[in-house]
């Protein structure tokens, strides 16, 4: 499986939050969102400070994708 944030890309244009404030108040770094931006695997401990700030769910800001390479 992969993951996707396009979900949470999405969600900080519909609630017109800029990244670098988001960071900031879910004490993220910028490493964070780069690798959220790459569809790379994160902590869940993040996820869960970033549903809280968006006041949101996992499944609002992400989504398990079957690999096309199988």
């Given at each position: 499986?992969?993951v ?6 999405k ?5 017109k ?10 004490c ?5 969102m ?5 569809g ?11 549903c809280e700030?968006?006041?949101c ?12 390479d199988?």
């Amino acid at each position: 499986m992969k993951v996707s944030y396009d979900k949470f890309f999405k969600l900080l244009i519909d609630k017109k939050i800029k990244k670098g404030e988001l960071c900031k108040k879910a004490c993220i770094s910028t490493n964070t969102m780069a690798r959220m931006a790459k569809g790379q695997n994160l902590n869940v401990d993040l996820l869960v400070r970033i549903c809280e700030v968006l006041n949101c769910t996992m499944d609002d800001i992400m989504e398990l994708l079957p690999d096309v390479d199988k």
